[in-house]
């Protein structure tokens, strides 16, 4: 059975490549992912999708939904611990951090930056990435020659060295680090789209359309982007966790987004030193960041399964 | 394929002179070095003109450039304004403290995700493939610092199994080793079970199966072997990765190696080391990526060199 | 198929490369660091786990001394030999408080004090000032009378480390004239030369120091227990070695002699057993510093009893974390050096016209930008309203913060508000009761509103490690400012302040002395110079008062003149409120843990000293 289905895309591949619309193609896997998900609706990643979802309510309805001011503590009420322990109090579900402020309105408000940054930078850097890294891969020749050597530029430097010195001259804000995020990390995306591309670009459907008389642009966003866009979705699945990290790992620095910002990685950071009394600080944010991370990876994986032509089968 | 290696070297090598001059610039932007000097409220114009003629900081801007790049390329990055010693040197005295890190936490990533990996790919949608698939999802989602801080606490504090810190015996690179590996681990767990899924799924292996050929034989000689070739890029510049992600690392830990000694300097600004570390990272990277490179060129005889 | 194998060939040779990597970097931790001397063995790295076998030998056979030795942990650590080229942090203090080596004068042990038990498993040491200086290379001294050098008598026999013989008067001057010579980075080379000319050895054991003024306190300054002390070193070590291995190597009188010296890493040193002062020989056999960059990880490395002293809680930590510290380690807080002002300047605020030292106008400064992004910073030139409004917008700030609630809760009620920049405080006999800065929010967004700010204005706080960044910057949230804390550190911010283009708001170092008596001379740090200010200048009719207090009225009976003057200084600054006194924090804070005894001297800015006293009880 499922040999047969295999040599029938194949087949189609080769015969009616040149005339293939690959929306059409999409249509009918979106189709069969809909009617794949009515009869095993239970294996959605319901917990995952729910995480995110509160997330990001969370996140754009933050000041509605706090009542304390996210970046205003009272000192006298710094290091209460959780509700549920000894000296928790419910106005602090969460407890308080070393300046008394509200850890619960601080990992919501928290969300909103993690997510502004999480989301921008993995756009630009995968959008402008993939693009650089098809046209790189596609049309070779000095145009190849040129980005690549953009690529070898931004991967080679060590990105928390440069990052923290640009931060020293200029200044932490979040959109600086948001700048260096794309800056040093598209360079990955493109890579693995050239490397990809140049695999693709031989292959029999794609020359077929070559002959066929297609122009450039739409064999690369038809035929080879759709190709390669399962491998970009684990990248950029595994990418979404790395800048959420890497954020919070300029932060760890000092140089990451500036206190009194909520960021969850800052908060982790300035809770640190008081890991042994007040472990919420530390633990209260780094959940977070877990949860949203792991969610996303979660996620991740589950969309590539449904929407990759060959692995769905399995 | 020799004109392919020649141009290749020759991109590593402009790359270098690029980042040589990119760094020097962001160095000169914090200002002029002598402030770093100056503790005391109080200095006088004389001391100050000596330290400038000193340091060659009369002379124009790209003068200083081309003095210090030609110095440079002999290995010769000047003194370290902290504490006066050969600042390439200094990055030589802390390299086997990274390296011996750096290799740890790769033999690692290597021993723990290459069999996760593969296992759960294999034994897809089993228990095998769920423990290696949450493996992968938890070591991806939590961030270094925190995992080294929690690890001392708990290995160090707690059952007191390894040392908090520092560089001594056996026992001492087992925390730093598990946090530097931790995300990488994942991140190539990931990669070599979507590789491989996708090389099982493949018509040859398909074919293999059918005819009868053992499926341990299938799995780790053929299909391991073609599954590698994606993570390979990944698994080369892993080491790049591993030099200048230990910054954090030996920060906690510690370590007395290059990524400490670098962050230290981009602090100080003590512009002589963060040149020769920054070189130095740069030049790893470059040697690396040439070296996944050519590898790429021989194992994949679809990619096309013009 | 064929091919494929090569990929994976190529990932097991990777691995096999480390694993050799590895292999091979065993060896290479018995390449020679910086070792002090010839003939010193650097032992391997996993000495420095271990306990080393061969220094208790060492030990036992000298009986009196105890063994052991003593892990210390700092977040840095002292880079350097030679005085001269100690350009960074603190590192000539680092030198001599480290053990390896002495200043021309020694301050006496001072009587060890009691601890006092302050509850809750915290107890503080408080050892006293002790001015008595005859214990030095130098046993005594005498000033010309009309104060233009000052003669020392230097003991005899006192031993370099490393057999680079004795200590004679040509050690002394190459000492002193190389850390104070024009090329000299040496971080207190201009403090010194104010004030010493150079030093000239007269005969063997006979030094003149040719001066040009004489401090009330230049033999603090002398001493191990100032802030510009040179340590004396061989002049012999030197014209042998050349400046490179010189640099490299221990050639100090100290009770502890440097053994390896790994940058970054740690310093591990032993027991002079020829050190001159023999009462005052070290009581371990060997001490260890390591360094720690994590307050986080030194804490739980003392908890595990790695780390026999702390030092990284000297700086920016918590009171409350400390004691936390102190009491699960079962150890002690010690407590020493001067309580540290936390003050808040007003950076911008260039106010002088003639440069001190040449008598010529002074430029404006990069610095000078008095417009609505910089609300603080006022125009004695401009039009007349933007000096009050400036002014009021300063008070505003500095009503906002709650002095009494941050040394209750940050400090344990440990400190002291403050609210004046010379150091007086409420009760004085040098107070006026319109210095205090009242508590009050409500005034503050009044002055605000007058000011034209009504709803406030945006501004970076530079906040470097401060431990008051947050608290504080909530307090002005509260009224309405919108802050952003930048903690780039000291070393990130020194350009701008040298450059006198700094117009920030940020936590400078206090603009009087730290000392607290009040006739000394006030305000340095706002004195229009090259150097490392605090960002504001002080009008044409101010500035000569520092002046007329460190360099004319000297001695003690123009005592009540510099008071006088530093009253006069205060009015100004109140008034103005160029800086916003905050609160003075007990002094540094090191927890020594159980078992562990160690009684260091009072010094200026707490260093750590005196680790020849530590003595280990396990």
Redesign the interface.
Known sequence: MR?RI?VYDMAKSSIEAGQLETSSLMVTRQRSLINRTLHVGRRWPVLPIVVLAVVIVAAIFAPLLTPH?P???N??D??TPPMWQEGGTSRYPLGTD??G?DILTRVIHGGRITLIVATTVLLSGLILGTTLGLTAGYI??QVD?LI??IV??T????????A??????F???VPLIIILLVIFGWGGFA??AR?MT??LK?ADYVAISRIAGASTPRILFRHILPGIMN?MM?LAS?AV?GVI?AE??LS????GV????PAW?LM???G??????AWWL?VMP?VA???V??SI??LG?WL?DRFDP??RQ? | MLKYVLRRLAYSLILVVLASVFIFALTRARGDPRYMYLEDAYITQERWDAWGREMGLDKPIVVQYLIWASKAARGNFGESQVNRRDAWGLVGERLPATLQLSGVAYVLVVLVSVPLGVMAAVKRGTVVDLIGRTFALLGQATPTFWLGLMMILLFAVYLGWFPTSGRGGLASYVLPGITLASGSIAASLRLIRTSMLEVLDSEYIKFARAKGVSSNLVIWKHALRNSLLVPLTYFGLLFAAFMTGTVVVETIFAWPGVGRLAIEAVFNNDFPVVSAVVIFFVLVYAVTSLMVDLLYAVADPRIRYG | MFRMKRTTRGLMVGVLLFAFAIACGGEETTTPTAVGGEGTATPPATAATATPTAVDAEATADPPQSSGMANIAGRTEAQIFRVFLSGQGHADALLTRYGAYEPLLRAQDPPRPEWSDLGEGEFSYSPEWNYNFTEGIAHSWEIAPDQSKITFQIREGVPFHNDWGHVTAEDVAFSFNDAISAESVFTRADRLGEWIDRVEAVDEFTVDMHISSLNATWDIRLSNVGDTTVPIVSKRAFDTLGSEEFNVTDTGTGPFTVRTWRTGDEIIMDRFADYYREDGRAQVAAIRYVTMPEQNVQLAALETGEVDIATGASTGLDFQLVSGAAERSGGKVIEFGHPGRHEITFGGNYWAETDPDTGDPLPRRPGFTPDSDHPWIGDPWGDGNSMESARLVRWAMSMAIDRELLNEIMFESLGTPAYTNIGSLPGDEAWKDEWLIPYDPDMARQHLAEAGYPDGFSFRFYAGTSPLAEPIGQMWSAIGLDITIDSTGYEALRPSRVEKSMNSIYTCGPPGEERRTLDEAKGGLLIPRLGVTCSVELPDDIWPLYFANNDELLGPEHREERVQNNIKLQDFLSNWMLGAPVVYSPASLYIVNEGVEWYPHQADFAFFNSPETIVLHR
């Open positions: 040999l295999r001011d970046t205003i503590g000192l006298r710094r290091f070393e300046n402020r070779g020749g020659e690549m050597r070898d530029f991967l080679a430097f060590p990105f928390i060295l440069v923290v010195a640009v931060v020293v001259v200044g932490a804000s890579r693995q490397a140049l695999s031989t491998t684990v595994l966790g990290l919070a790992t760890f620095l000092g140089v500036p206190r009194p910002n990685g982790v950071s300035s640190r030193d008081y890991i042994r009394d530390v780094g960041i877990f949860a991370v792991f990876n979660f994986d590539r060959r692995l399995l």
